[in-house]
């Protein structure tokens, strides 16, 4: 079954090469009005939204807002077109929940091309052959945000309690879970948040153990029940001094990995193609996984 595709565009010409393109791999449905756009989207629940941000009657980020906020849209990969390259107009599209850009004008002939290529990179996994250790490498703080919620939601608490390690507020990770408070207070849900004042100092550890050491100490010896989920491990790791980092990420996953009944990274894209290839180095070394 092709995936549906909607797009929201004023713009009749662009539509018309569009919709020539596309239609020969997705279902293609086009609005021209993004104020009706999200209660459309409702009727015919897309697979992906192609939006135009320049566009009369409304801006395009408040429509990015929308879909944000919409308890069924939010979770629809969306791709932005705008003839705008100023790299701060787009970070705020990925800001306000664009998972990707097309830039105005394109090339009509690779458009296909370029959308699955924006969507293979919305989420990135390596999972250890075991199954039992997990890094995701999510495109935006965004979609990092919502897969943390996402595994809390599908986790089995009752067989297998979780802990989560956030740089956020946890309890705005977890406010939507059923039975929280039943959950937290029978310590099958364990939400540890690091405080930023304390990010400053990890660069000058000279490792990761204390904060492991720490971290297990808190759990006693009920760890091995545990699942971990830890956010942004790259944090701890300082992975801006490379070779150390290597080195802290060998002694976390010797630490962490023994001592629990499974662990799970979560981590937001670095904006540089060399710093991604480097956190999916990172990635492959706490799950074990070789290249």
Known sequence: MRKKLLIVDSDLGSKDSMLEVLQKSYEVVVIDNAVEAVAFGEKILPDIILVDLD????????FLN???????????????MIDNKDEKYSRRAYAEGSNGMIY????????????EGILKRTSDAIISSNKRISFYLEFSERTKLKKIKEIIKNQDFENEPLVLLTWNRGEDLIAEIDQMDDLINS?????????????????????VTPVVLELK??????????????????????????????????NMAQLIHHDFNRTTYVSSRPDSSESIKF?????????????
Do not use: W
Request: aromatic residues 8%; contains cysteine; glycine residues 4%.
């Open 187 to 207: 310590n099958r849900l364990i939400f540890l948040e690091i405080k930023p004042s304390l990010i400053s100092k990890f660069p000058y550890l000279q490792d």
């Open 279 to 291: 956190t999916f180095k990172i990635g492959n070394i706490l799950t074990g996984v070789r290249n």
């Open 55 to 62: 566009m009369p009657q409304i801006d395009g980020f408040e």
């Open 66 to 80: 929308a879909l944000d906020e919409h308890p069924t849209l939010c979770d629809v990969p969306v791709i932005s």
């Open 217 to 250: 100490s808190f759990l006693s010896e009920s760890s091995r029940k545990y699942h971990l989920v830890m956010e942004e491990p790259g944090h701890l790791l300082n992975i801006e001094q490379r070779e150390k980092s290597i080195s802290q990420a060998y």
């Open 104 to 115: 105005k004008p394109f090339n009509i002939a690779n458009l296909e091309r370029d959308i």
